[in-house]
């Protein structure tokens, strides 16, 4: 349920983001270049994550245990830099705080049931959200792949994302 509220919350969010931004060409530049780190650590994330089939512990994973929520919240410090607007802070704070803690909470809660005993010794030694400059130890020499990227859908990101700048660069130069 709260997935679902997610995703149409934050299209509604997008929308008033999008009124609200008042973006300069510093601010464009500098927020999209913050977006391409949030899209990296997605795309790198993505390309080893195997939802519930096997406890992902390679690439991002081996630094925090959310490396996916971790780039959306970059991506939404570049939204916030690139709309230039206090607004836009209140809405992405308000939204981040809304959904992210109980989602976090409840795949927590299902990679316990999961993988009960291995998720607990990397629970111990892998940070919740901020990185660790220790990474966890990865037994497998496991590479990033294209295609469970693709399988995870990650391109749709990639995508709203191109969208959502193409627009606010659009705004900047024709709606001053």
Known sequence: MIYEWRVRVCSIALI????????????????????????????WAAGHLRKEKKLTISGPYQYTRNPLYLGNFILGIGVV?????WFVLGIFIFYFLLFYPPVIRKESERMKELFA???????????????????YPCPEKIKFSWALYNKNKEYRALIGTAVFWIILAAKLLFWP
């Open 117 to 135: 005993e291995k998720y607990e010794e990397y629970k111990k030694k892998v940070p919740l959200f901020l990185p660790s400059l220790k990474p």
């Open 16 to 43: 008033l983001v999008i009124i609200l931004s008042r973006p300069t060409l510093a601010s464009l530049l500098a927020g999209v270049g913050i977006c391409l780190i949030g899209l990296f650590i997605r795309i």
């Open 81 to 85: 830099v690139g709309s230039y607007s």
